[in-house]
């Protein structure tokens, strides 16, 4: 982050501070400052030298809050929310159930005129958009907001989009976009690798019809849509839905998926695939594509992403490491991955380096392929980035460093010639359908924790290991009582 970026962030997050003490919570924050820059942003765009026509109704545009103060200013804002919540496109999905968060006039006006004194549009996309992550990371670090779980850890994403190298004129889904993390990696690769070369109709390809994304939670939405705005995607239309991407197969299908469905084993919502038993004690969607019925949210993104990627298509997905052992269901879908898929690579990440505790995640790579009799499936070739690892999210972070090794043995030049290391083995098709349940949970480095005292982590990596152990055996205890509830 650049020095003129990290003194903007810093302004804005102070106040968000001063804040609190009204009440305003980091996310709360975060959501009023997306409408007020929004706003700004549009006004700005009607000065010189830009001159373009308003996108913002008269009477609820910037100038209206700057020119009201006391209860008018709040009254007037409280009307552009509601009239704007109205809206079609980009408009509306900003807006969309919109609420005046900061109750006390005067901080309000503090908070207009600290976005005021800065000249947006005088910026690039890259400070703009650099400023709205810096933001978004720091409510993700607030464990209270709850925030972090929709916040893939940044070099991560760099890594999966480095490897997977996406294209001009090739469309991109995230089923569970967050906050667009995904969007801004692959939009940042493609510029810089193919930017120079790029005709008219590619770089609009690129802005308009690249990116394809949906979230469930309306501020989420919100979020990822103006990230993608300041970061010069998109419009006039917003290329994010809010919407249970799992209820139905649209139709539509895309050319790469990348994407780390929500953590959390269970959802109160089961989708039976075809000619499976309904639920009576849950919501249930149909779902005559998928290959087993579950209510695990990880085991059902996984075949609805298998059914929205091209022919010839590929994904890279975040995936807890119940989905490589799990029974049942989940035997059922490694099973026909496995055949139908060309699932070629799967990357163990380690532990601390999520806001969620507790998580041990992994990422599997597969391309969709056509049908026929033989699997597809070749060879398995899996990267330990786990065993004898030590992150933790604020003393020993994940960085970019950390995954250039993997990065350079994937080698997506020629996956045909990859050669296995210490850290890098492959399993062969009959290895993998031959083990247990198809348990892909497979490891192979020697744990050195038990060794030496004097080669022990700190004691704060220690603390945060047992921490996220404890929280990952709860987790698989809820899954059994889950089980046998459904049983009852």
């Given at each position: 982050m650049?020095?003129?970026?990290?003194?903007?962030?810093?302004k804005?997050?102070n106040f968000?501070?001063v804040?609190r003490?009204d009440?305003v919570?980091y996310?709360d924050?975060?959501?009023?400052?997306?409408?007020l820059?929004?706003?700004?942003l549009?006004?700005?765009?009607?000065?010189?030298?830009?001159?373009?026509?308003?996108?913002?109704?008269?009477?609820?545009?910037?100038?209206s809050?700057?020119?009201a103060?006391?209860?008018?200013l709040e009254?007037?804002?409280?009307k552009?929310l509601?009239?704007?919540?109205?809206?079609?496109?980009?408009?509306g999905v900003?807006?969309?159930?919109?609420?005046?968060r900061i109750?006390?006039?005067?901080?309000l006006?503090?908070l207009i005129?600290?976005?005021?004194?800065?000249?947006?549009?005088?910026?690039?996309a890259?400070?703009k958009?650099t400023?709205?992550?810096?933001l978004?990371?720091?409510n993700?670090?607030?464990?209270?907001?709850?925030?972090g779980?929709?916040f893939?850890?940044?070099?991560l994403?760099?890594?999966?989009?480095?490897?997977?190298?996406p294209?001009?004129?090739?469309?991109?889904?995230?089923?569970?976009?967050g906050?667009?993390?995904?969007?801004l990696?692959?939009?940042?690769y493609?510029?810089?690798?193919?930017?120079s070369?790029?005709d008219?109709?590619?770089?609009?390809f690129l802005?308009?019809?690249?990116f394809?994304?949906?979230d469930?939670?309306?501020?989420?939405?919100?979020l990822?849509?103006m990230?993608?705005?300041?970061?010069n995607?998109?419009?006039?239309?917003?290329?994010?839905?809010?919407?249970?991407?799992?209820?139905r197969?649209?139709?539509?299908?895309y050319?790469?998926?990348?994407t780390n469905?929500?953590?959390?084993?269970?959802?109160?919502i089961t989708?039976?695939?075809?000619?499976g038993?309904?639920s009576n004690?849950s919501?249930t969607?149909e779902?005559?594509?998928?290959w087993?019925?579950?209510s695990?949210k990880q085991?059902?993104?996984?075949q609805h992403?298998?059914?929205?990627?091209?022919?010839d298509?590929r994904?890279?997905?975040?995936?807890?490491d119940n989905v490589?052992f799990?029974?049942?269901?989940?035997?059922?879908?490694?099973q026909?991955l496995?055949k139908?898929?060309?699932?070629h690579?799967?990357?163990r990440?380690?532990?601390?380096i999520?806001?969620?505790?507790?998580v041990?995640?992994?990422?599997?790579?597969f391309?969709?392929?056509?049908?026929?009799e033989?699997?597809?499936?070749?060879?398995?070739?899996?990267?330990?980035?786990?065993?004898?690892?030590n992150?933790?999210l604020?003393?020993?972070?994940l960085?970019?460093?950390?995954?250039?090794?993997?990065t350079?043995v994937?080698?997506p030049d020629n996956r045909?010639a990859?050669?296995?290391?210490?850290?890098?083995?492959?399993?062969?098709?009959?290895?993998?359908?031959?083990r247990e349940?198809v348990?892909?949970d497979?490891?192979?480095?020697?744990d050195?924790?038990?060794?030496d005292?004097?080669?022990?982590?700190?004691?704060d990596?220690?603390?945060?290991?047992?921490?996220e152990?404890l929280?990952a055996a709860?987790?698989?205890?809820?899954?059994i009582?889950?089980?046998l509830d459904?049983?009852?």
């Amino acid at each position: 982050m650049s020095n003129e970026s990290a003194t903007i962030v810093q302004k804005l997050w102070n106040f968000c501070n001063v804040l609190r003490d009204d009440g305003v919570s980091y996310g709360d924050y975060v959501e009023q400052l997306t409408y007020l820059l929004f706003l700004k942003l549009a006004d700005e765009q009607t000065k010189p030298p830009l001159n373009k026509p308003s996108t913002i109704p008269a009477g609820l545009d910037w100038e209206s809050l700057l020119n009201a103060s006391g209860a008018e200013l709040e009254t007037q804002y409280v009307k552009i929310l509601r009239e704007l919540s109205n809206e079609q496109g980009l408009l509306g999905v900003i807006f969309r159930k919109s609420q005046n968060r900061i109750q006390t006039p005067a901080s309000l006006q503090r908070l207009i005129h600290l976005i005021n004194d800065e000249n947006w549009s005088g910026m690039t996309a890259d400070i703009k958009g650099t400023i709205y992550e810096g933001l978004l990371q720091k409510n993700a670090e607030d464990t209270k907001s709850g925030a972090g779980q929709y916040f893939t850890p940044r070099p991560l994403i760099k890594a999966m989009v480095t490897v997977m190298r996406p294209e001009p004129m090739k469309t991109i889904c995230d089923p569970a976009c967050g906050t667009g993390g995904f969007f801004l990696a692959a939009h940042d690769y493609i510029s810089e690798n193919f930017g120079s070369r790029m005709d008219r109709e590619q770089k609009d390809f690129l802005k308009f019809n690249t990116f394809t994304g949906t979230d469930i939670v309306d501020n989420v939405v919100r979020l990822c849509v103006m990230n993608l705005f300041l970061h010069n995607i998109g419009e006039t239309e917003s290329p994010i839905k809010t919407t249970d991407s799992l209820s139905r197969d649209t139709g539509e299908r895309y050319d790469m998926v990348l994407t780390n469905p929500p953590f959390g084993n269970r959802s109160s919502i089961t989708i039976t695939a075809d000619g499976g038993k309904r639920s009576n004690t849950s919501l249930t969607y149909e779902r005559d594509d998928f290959w087993a019925t579950t209510s695990n949210k990880q085991f059902n993104f996984l075949q609805h992403i298998k059914t929205i990627l091209k022919t010839d298509g590929r994904a890279a997905v975040v995936l807890p490491d119940n989905v490589l052992f799990e029974r049942g269901a989940g035997e059922t879908i490694r099973q026909q991955l496995l055949k139908q898929f060309d699932v070629h690579t799967l990357l163990r990440l380690p532990t601390g380096i999520f806001y969620a505790q507790g998580v041990k995640a992994n990422v599997l790579f597969f391309d969709k392929k056509p049908a026929r009799e033989e699997p597809w499936t070749q060879k398995l070739w899996i990267y330990d980035l786990r065993t004898n690892k030590n992150f933790t999210l604020k003393t020993n972070p994940l960085t970019d460093n950390d995954l250039q090794d993997f990065t350079s043995v994937y080698n997506p030049d020629n996956r045909d010639a990859r050669t296995e290391t210490e850290q890098f083995r492959a399993f062969s098709y009959e290895e993998l359908i031959e083990r247990e349940h198809v348990n892909l949970d497979i490891f192979w480095i020697k744990d050195g924790s038990s060794e030496d005292a004097a080669d022990l982590p700190a004691p704060d990596v220690l603390v945060a290991e047992i921490t996220e152990n404890l929280e990952a055996a709860l987790a698989q205890f809820q899954n059994i009582q889950a089980e046998l509830d459904s049983k009852d």
